[in-house]
């Protein structure tokens, strides 16, 4: 006999959703915005694109900027965490060079520009918020304290206003993009923020 399922747990209506199906209806999202950009990222062509209905893409986002949200945030980083070093300063500076790979892309560009036009209280931009720059900073709050730990940053640090210091001088670039995020401004940010948290 088969026992019913409980309502907290019950499926959505439609067929199951197919992990599979997740990762064409992304590559899809992707290609879309690398080979056209932001504004022909529809729901209609992204479906199109992964060979599936359009009801199918909303069974995973709600609306376009949602999965290209998820677009960026599945691409590969250039470094992924189980390769980092033991070292918390050379995992910060590889933890900040991955952010500027992942948003050097087409994707990362193109989300970046859906970013800077949309009104901060939009889901767009809180998704951004909350799982990309708030996810950065949240590994690196782990990487700073690790220092704390291993004595090659102050112990009397305050870990926050470091963060503020690395992160926003990296997101401020990203939105305003009036100058490239990349590995040489990764370094010599990092070089020039450190000098002033190292021990006395």
């Not at 893409?57 to 992924?80: D, E, F, G, Q, S």
């Not at 939009?122 to 291993?150: M, N, P, S, Y």
């Not at 640090?157 to 995020?181: S, T």
């Amino acid at each position: 006999m088969i026992e019913p399922v409980k309502p907290a747990d019950a499926p959505r209506r439609g067929r199951p959703r197919d992990p599979q199906l997740r990762e064409a209806i992304l590559d899809a999202a992707r290609a879309l915005l690398d080979e056209q950009g932001p504004a022909e990222l529809t729901m209609e062509a992204v479906a199109q694109r992964a060979g599936v209905g359009k009801p199918t893409v909303y069974r995973w986002w709600p609306n376009r900027h949602a999965v290209a949200m998820a677009a960026l945030m599945a691409a590969p980083a250039a470094a992924p965490a189980e390769r980092r070093p033991p070292d918390a300063l050379q995992a910060l500076q590889q933890q900040l060079l991955d952010v500027a790979y992942t948003l050097a892309t087409r994707t990362g560009r193109h989300v970046t520009s859906i970013i800077a036009a949309a009104d901060p209280a939009t889901e767009v931009a809180k998704a951004f918020r909350h799982h990309f720059v708030l996810a950065r900073r949240g590994e690196g709050r782990d990487c700073l304290q690790q220092a704390i730990q291993q004595g090659t940053l102050r112990a009397d640090l305050n870990v926050e206003v470091a963060l503020d210091q690395i992160y926003g001088a990296l997101f401020f670039r990203v939105l305003l993009g009036h100058a490239p995020v990349d590995e040489a401004f990764v370094r010599a940010l990092l070089a020039q923020v450190l000098r002033g948290l190292a021990p006395g």
